[in-house]
């Protein structure tokens, strides 16, 4: 059975103050790592995807990298709008179907 | 503007009383999702369809049901069987044959039974 696994429940942060939220994954048969942010109260807002081990991705100050087991988002400087729920998901050999780990609170204080 | 949009936002129905949400997108996606997410938890995939005429029970589908009878569109049911439908809603597109899996979204319905 495929499993995503997000840490920490929940990050308080400074602004300014870089930090990582983690992503650990058992899936068989990886067909992409993705990462979500989500605003209270509203859908998911696509971020990245990553396919294989070593890749990463960038976008403002969030950057993404993924290895066989785990991804991790790195938020660099953050700013207080940065403040969400970030989500991580993973496709695996059933076709077309995503499992999402429970989310990481992302709180950054001006 | 391609997009996905849910209606209505907010739904509020008393007990025992079906409700059918609605979900349709424009971006011309073969493959459609209903998600339920609950405080706390992660998403969870409640009826997907790869393509019109065809959907498969995702990992909670007892109490829902769907219909996909036009690509843009993909109703799904809260039925009165469904023991604890207060949640909010989620539904999602993707194209398969582009980026494999990778899901847009829809704003979303909050649903409250009494």
């Known amino acids: 059975e495929d499993q995503v696994t997000q840490s920490p429940e929940a990050l308080r942060l400074q602004e300014g103050e870089s930090s990582s939220l983690n992503c650990s994954y058992t899936?068989?048969?990886?067909?992409?790592l993705f990462w979500y942010r989500q605003d209270p109260g509203k859908g998911p807002e696509f971020l990245f995807t990553?396919?294989?081990a070593g890749e990463e991705k960038e976008k403002e100050r969030l950057k993404a990298t993924l290895t066989k087991k785990e991804s991790f988002l790195h938020i660099t400087a953050p700013k207080p709008e940065d403040s969400a729920t970030y989500l991580c998901?993973?496709?695996?050999?059933?076709?077309?179907?995503?499992?999402f780990g429970q989310g990481t609170i992302l709180t950054v204080h001006p | 503007d391609g997009g996905i949009t849910q209606s209505p936002k907010y739904l509020f129905r008393k007990e025992g009383q079906n409700v059918t949400l609605s979900c349709e997108q424009n971006?011309?996606?073969?493959?459609m999702y209903w998600y339920r997410q609950d405080p706390g938890q992660g998403l969870r995939l409640i009826y997907y369809?790869?393509?019109?005429?065809?959907?498969q029970k995702g990992d909670i589908a007892e109490g829902y049901s769907v219909s996909r009878e036009k690509k843009e569109s993909f109703p799904l049911t809260v039925t009165s069987a469904q023991k604890n439908p207060t949640a909010f809603y989620l539904c999602a597109s993707a194209d398969p044959t582009i980026r494999n899996y990778e899901q847009y979204f829809g704003p979303g319905t909050r649903l409250t039974v009494t």
């Open positions: 990553l396919y294989s």
């Open positions: 998901a993973a496709g695996g050999t059933s076709y077309g179907k995503l499992t």
């Open positions: 369809s790869q393509i019109v005429n065809d959907f």
């Open positions: 899936v068989s048969g990886l067909r992409g």
């Open positions: 971006l011309n996606h073969d493959a």
